[in-house]
């Protein structure tokens, strides 16, 4: 059973900063794509930012130059700076990742952490 596990969420000001950061359970499985999506109160869950296994990124148009994801492949590891924080970036935070299992990739999702930016 492989789990992801986040932490770094939690409450900040507009204009502040955290970092998230997620950790497969297990580190002899190989990982591919890694993201960070979000979901607000009433709101579809929507994608963040996501970084392949070569290190390519991608982001979503609204966090485009305050945000930035990255990835420890030794430690089975993705963060998600977050600087500038908006009010409107309140929502829960799902860490996402797919893994190479006896030659089949599976698809898992952490179990959310909660960003709230007050004005």
């Known amino acids: 059973q492989v789990q992801l596990v986040e932490s770094g969420g939690g409450l900040v000001q507009a204009g502040g900063s955290l970092r998230l950061s997620c950790a497969a359970s297990?580190?002899?499985?190989?990982?591919?794509?890694m993201g960070w999506y979000r979901q607000a109160p009433g709101k579809q869950r929507d994608l963040v930012a996501i970084?392949?296994?070569?290190?390519?990124?991608n982001y979503q148009d609204s966090v485009k130059g305050r945000f930035t994801i990255s990835r420890d492949n030794a430690k089975n590891m993705v963060h998600l700076q977050m600087n500038s924080l908006k009010p409107e970036d309140t929502a829960v935070y799902y860490c996402?990742?797919?893994?190479?299992?006896?030659?089949?990739?599976?698809?898992?999702w952490g179990q959310g952490t909660q960003v709230t930016v007050s004005s």
């Open positions: 297990r580190i002899d499985f190989r990982l591919g794509a």
């Open positions: 996402h990742a797919n893994l190479l299992i006896a030659d089949t990739w599976y698809s898992y």
């Open positions: 970084i392949t296994g070569n290190s390519n990124t």
